[in-house]
């Protein structure tokens, strides 16, 4: 019995050091996940690039302000689901998580999606995601009036989509609340038009209409159609 | 609330049966009957001004915002509101029972979003005033007292529904099951609902602080705490809930 025992703690060379690695490894590990925080992501251009159609100052309060703000919620909240094991403190953090995770989800497929008009901003579509959207819809004209329409429509805050159904391959218009991310509803984000008060209101006040039917003046097609071809 | 009759004249034909042949009716009297015109009342909702100039919050809430909130998002409203309603039956309700009616209980029909926001919006506009904020005194700091603890731990929990409304929405001191309470609703929604009663209401929709605090809501809920918000005005509403709700143990007098 006694025997038995010392062999079990006798470890053999080779194993002991395969436990230290593990350790080592392991400990590292953990320090990369700690470490591995969100990070704001730089605007592919100047903050007055896109005016006149939406202004500097509402370019750089959406990024430096608003989208900060999901990224370092977000962030606060991972940290804060890491360092509990209690179930009840684990689903308290959800919402807080679902709304700054899907902000800042959300916001960086937006800065993509807009580009100045002299790097290709209002440009139509071409290729593959033209024939998809004149198929699915008739024409560009009628999709960006049914999204705009849509998007005028969205009570309180959210955002209006041109997304994918994968299997299908098919396009729709969507619309989603607060900051649902459009993954929520089984589907990949495509093109997204924030309608939040807080990405028109300072330029076209209560006008939601007039800041749908300017923004796509600023509408990168090429980084939609790249999302669409790589679906 | 904010309802103004209008007439409009509608036939009613109903019970008024034509005369029967007989003595007392002759061919010339049977010829001249008509069915009877009756005039039914139906409201209009109106904007109501606030209790204050436009100008009267400065430098709190500026006047551009009153201008827009209560000139153009109020107003808008409104205005779709007896569009959705005109012609129907719904013409009739005074703003409160529309509320409560067309929340059809979790399932809210068209309307629902307009007579909300309309009634809100009431509500809100009667809730601040000018020289406003600062601790209230009397029976609503006795109540808080109890039901909070103190009235910095009030304060503190109401900025903390404030900043965590998520999206559109307002943030509500309630009587609810006869005791103080915070309450944070999203969009349209607000306590009538679900039979609370109001004392007092901030809107955290962005258009509400955007043109005079931009990003930073927590600055325009302290704003509102410290300036705004008119605990006279929740005295009078504390008061005329005491009506339907009994807030303590009656006290007998003594003889």
Redesign the interface.
């Known amino acids: 019995m006694a025997a038995t025992l010392l062999m079990k703690k006798m470890r053999s060379g080779a194993e002991t050091a395969r436990t230290m690695l593990g350790f080592h490894l392991w400990r590292r590990g953990l320090k990369t996940a700690m470490r591995q925080q969100e990070v704001l992501p730089d605007l592919p251009y100047d903050y007055n690039a896109l005016e006149p159609v939406i202004s500097a100052e509402i370019m750089r ?1 959406h990024h430096q ?2 989208h900060q ?1 999901y990224v370092t919620g977000f962030n606060k909240a991972m940290e804060q689901l890491n360092s509990t094991s209690d179930p009840q403190t684990i689903v308290a953090l959800q ?1 807080a998580i679902n ?1 700054n995770g899907g902000g800042h989800v959300n916001h960086a497929i937006f800065w993509q999606n807009l580009a100045p008009p002299k790097e290709g901003g209002g440009e139509p579509p071409e290729g593959n995601l033209a024939s998809a959207i004149e198929s699915e819809f008739g024409s560009l004209d009628k999709l960006i009036a049914k999204m705009s329409t849509t998007g005028a429509g969205v ?4 955002w209006v989509w041109l997304g994918l159904i994968k299997d299908m391959k098919r396009l729709t218009v969507e619309t989603t ?3 649902d991310p459009l993954a929520s509803k089984g589907l990949i984000p495509l093109l997204g038009i924030d309608v ?3 990405a028109y ?2 330029q076209y ?2 006008v939601r209409p007039d800041y749908l039917k300017n923004v796509w003046k600023v509408v990168n097609w090429r980084d939609v159609a790249k999302r669409y071809d790589s679906a | 609330m904010a309802a103004t009759a209008t007439c409009t004249n509608s036939l009613f034909y109903g019970l008024r049966l034509p005369p029967l042949s007989g003595s007392r009716s002759s061919p010339k009297r049977r010829a001249a009957w008509r069915p009877q015109q009756v005039v039914l009342p139906v409201a209009k909702f109106e904007l109501r001004t606030p209790p204050y100039a436009l100008d009267a919050l400065e430098p709190h809430m500026s006047k551009q915002t009153l201008e827009f909130h209560w000139g153009k998002h109020h107003r808008a409203y409104i205005d779709n509101l007896n569009k959705q309603i005109d012609g129907t039956d719904l013409e009739r309700k005074n703003l409160e029972e529309l509320v409560k009616f067309s929340y059809n209980n979790g399932n809210p029909q068209a309307c629902f979003n307009n007579a909300g926001q309309a009634w809100n919006h009431d509500f809100f506009w009667s809730s601040i005033y000018p020289g406003g904020g600062g601790k209230p005194d009397g029976e609503v700091l006795e109540l808080i007292e109890r039901d909070f603890g103190s009235f910095e731990e009030f304060t503190k929990e109401f900025k903390a529904a404030g900043v965590s409304q998520f999206g559109s929405g307002w943030v509500w001191l309630i009587l609810k099951d006869a005791k103080l309470s915070i309450l944070k609703t999203s969009n349209a929604l607000n306590p009538l609902i679900w039979g609370y009663i109001p004392l007092t209401v901030v809107d955290v929709w962005e258009h509400a602080y955007y043109l005079d605090f931009q990003n930073r809501r927590p600055d325009y809920l302290n704003t509102f705490l410290d300036k705004l918000i008119s605990w006279e005005a929740v005295a009078g509403r504390l008061a005329r809930a005491k009506a339907f709700v009994n807030l303590g143990e009656p006290t007998i007098p003594e003889k």
């Not at chain 1, 009570?155 to 959210?158: C, E, F, I, K, T």
């Open positions: 309060l302000k608003h703000a919402s709304f009570q309180g805050s959210g609340a607060n900051q939040w008060e807080h209101y300072l006040k209560n």
